[in-house]
C-alpha cells in the first residue's frame, strides 16, 4: 500500500521554526513531483511550496523567504523547513506527491492525512 506519512507539526510562538518531514512508502517505482499544502480555518487548501524531480521548487508568495522546500530522494521523503512562523501560517498541512507503482503506469496523485500546525502570537 503505498502512502504519505507527514510528521513534526505542532504548537510554536510567532517567530520560531518548524520542520516538517513526510515520507512515502510502499511499492514505489518513481516519484515526480513532491508539494506542500495547507488548510487554514475557513479557508481553502492552497500551495505552499513545490519540488520537481530535478530539485526546482516554486513557493507561495505568502511564504516566499521563509519556508524552504527540500526533498532526499534515496529516503523517499520532501521536507518543509518554516521560519519566521506567523500566526496566520496556522493551518493543517498536507503533503502531495506524484507517484507511480510500476514503470508502465501513470504518476497517480497521494495525500498524506496532514499535521497540525500551530503558530501563536
Known amino acids: 500500500q503505498v502512502q504519505l506519512v507527514e510528521s513534526g507539526g505542532g504548537l510554536v510562538q510567532a517567530g520560531g521554526s518548524l520542520r516538517l518531514s513526510c515520507a512515502a512508502s510502499?511499492?514505489?517505482?518513481?516519484?515526480?513531483?513532491m508539494n506542500w499544502y495547507r488548510q487554514g480555518p475557513g479557508k481553502q487548501r492552497e500551495l505552499v511550496a513545490a519540488?520537481?524531480?530535478?530539485?526546482?521548487?516554486n513557493y507561495a508568495d505568502s511564504v516566499n523567504g521563509r519556508f524552504t522546500i527540500s526533498r532526499d530522494t534515496a529516503k523517499r521523503t520532501v521536507y518543509l523547513q518554516m521560519n519566521s512562523l506567523k500566526p496566520e501560517d496556522t493551518a493543517v498541512y498536507y503533503c502531495n506527491a506524484a507517484m507511480r507503482t510500476m514503470p508502465t503506469m501513470p504518476y497517480q496523485n497521494y495525500w498524506g492525512q496532514g499535521t497540525q500546525v500551530t503558530v501563536s502570537s
Open positions: 519540488i520537481t524531480s530535478g530539485g526546482s521548487t
Open positions: 510502499g511499492r514505489i517505482v518513481g516519484i515526480n513531483a
